[in-house]
């Protein structure tokens, strides 16, 4: 830890912000952060918890800017660590951050298949996690699974790790980052310890890598990796593989795609309503909290494309709710979430921003989808552009419709319906829509 005097840039956000908060605000979101340490380009605080991160960021950024270092776009240069708690710290001490040491796996013992809640979407790929942790190099291999962040496949690869820790004993078990095993790769070639790297990987039985989209466009890399891959799946070691695209979808060397895609390739999809619901239920109650069935409808109406998300907004409730010692009602719910539900109004959109930015989107003019074109791609477009505009926008139907060349509100409500209901069963059109409004937010 730093000595008050390094703190320098904190302690003088601190005393700025200790005046415009209230003391239970303070001491709620600020006073249990820890500096870790102060660069020019940056700063590292310990945060008690993910919330506490994210709060501070939903809801001081503007606070924030005035004193902590940021990047080149002007985005705060903040680097988070959550605090470990007691017991995990003593149990392992910090170890050098090279190769060769085997229970350095760190999976969250949070992430287990009985918590992961299970639906349409995802019980396929979940009983093929679970089927290739049962009897790992045996079954599926690689299994490699895809999905949207924030739809559980981290959650899915750590139950893994944890059921195989738990049930094959001494099975050489790892599980790492794309990035991570780039940094391992850039740290042992500094230290001219490659081959130390190489043995270690290729001894393992059961290698689980997170996040392979990152590999993409780090040729070097990419070979090294795919040399491991080779190694161990040939000794009939398992490979579980996580990516937020299908493998024929990264742009990574052909031998790799094709290696990738020797096992099972399965899909994890946004979950369906009655799942959602059913997720918030259980993290509400692991936590002691009672959501009452209709406001766990009510966010899982609006929030739908991100359990991350989810779990954001009960977290929130939840402290908030315990701040002010309320109940948990629609209405609380409402203001609490205001932010973060997507059915918000933004500021200042107009029709014309929304069909400038589809547009821009699809490749097509504003006037293609105010018009009356039946192509497929400019009446998806449409579509699109309705629903967004009846989301997004406060005015009633009818003036809305009519900005889209004088159509009327029964068009408006066809389109923003069929575009709901595809968007429980597509994932690449919500990602669209997500792109869209991010454009629609900058
Ligand atoms: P991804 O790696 O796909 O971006 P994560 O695995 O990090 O997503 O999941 C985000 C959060 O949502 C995690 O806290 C995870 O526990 C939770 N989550 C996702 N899907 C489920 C599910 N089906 N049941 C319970 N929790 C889930
Ligand atoms: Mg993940």
Redesign the pocket.
């Known amino acids: 830890m730093l000595t008050l005097k390094d703190q320098g840039i904190w302690s003088k956000f601190l005393d700025f912000i200790k005046k415009r908060i209230s003391q239970i605000e303070y001491k709620n979101w600020f006073s249990h952060i820890e500096v870790i340490e102060i660069t020019e380009s940056e700063i590292t605080l310990q945060v008690p918890s993910i919330f506490v991160q994210e709060y501070i960021i939903d809801n001081y950024k503007k606070d924030l800017l005035m004193f902590l270092p940021t990047t080149k776009k002007g985005d705060l240069a903040i680097n988070f660590v959550i605090k470990q708690n007691e017991k995990k710290k003593m149990k392992s001490p910090i170890l050098p951050k090279s190769v060769g040491n085997r229970d350095e796996t760190t999976f969250n013992p949070?992430?287990k298949f009985d918590?992961?809640?299970?639906?349409p979407?995802?019980q396929f790929v979940?009983s093929a996690a679970l089927g290739v942790a049962q009897k790992p190099g045996r079954t599926f291999n690689p299994l490699f699974i895809h999905?949207?962040?924030?739809?559980?496949?981290?959650?899915?690869?750590?139950s893994l790790g944890n059921y195989i820790k738990t049930h094959h004993k001494r099975s050489n078990i790892k599980c790492i980052t794309t990035e991570a095993f780039i940094n391992d790769l850039v740290s042992n070639l500094r230290n001219k310890s490659v081959d130390r790297m190489k043995h270690f990987y290729r001894t393992l039985d059961v290698l689980i890598v997170?996040?392979i989209q990152f590999l993409q466009n780090r040729l070097n890399f990419e070979e090294e990796f795919c040399n491991t891959f080779e190694s161990l799946i040939n000794q009939n070691k398992q490979i579980v593989i996580?990516s937020?695209k299908p493998p024929s979808h990264l742009k990574l060397s052909p031998r790799l795609i094709a290696r990738m895609e020797w096992g099972l390739v399965a899909h994890?999809g946004v979950?369906d309503l009655e799942?959602r619901v059913?997720?918030i239920q259980?993290?509400a109650s692991s936590q002691n909290l009672n959501i009452p069935s209709d406001v766990a409808f009510f966010i899982a109406e609006r929030i739908y494309s991100?359990?991350?998300q989810?779990?954001g907004a009960i977290n929130r409730l939840a402290a908030y709710s315990k701040l002010i010692n309320a109940e948990i009602t629609i209405e609380l719910a409402q203001n609490i979430l205001h932010q973060m539900l997507s059915f918000t109004v933004q500021k200042k959109l107009s029709v014309e921003n929304i069909l400038k930015a589809v547009a821009s989107f699809f490749e097509i003019k504003p006037s293609d989808i105010t018009g009356d074109s039946r192509l497929k791609k400019t009446a998806n477009a449409r579509q699109v552009a309705m629903y967004l505009a009846k989301e997004l926008i406060s005015d009633s139907l009818q003036k809305i419709a009519s900005s889209f060349g004088g159509k009327t509100h029964s068009t408006l409500l066809h389109a923003w319906k069929k575009i709901s209901n595809e968007l429980k069963k597509n994932d690449t059109l919500l990602r669209q829509l997500e792109i869209i409004k991010k454009n629609l937010e900058a």
């Open positions: 949070q992430y918590n992961f809640i299970e639906g979407s995802n979940k999905g949207g962040v924030g739809l559980g496949k981290t959650h899915l690869l750590h997170d996040d996580a937020d994890l979950p799942t059913a997720i259980h993290k991100n359990i991350r989810l779990e």
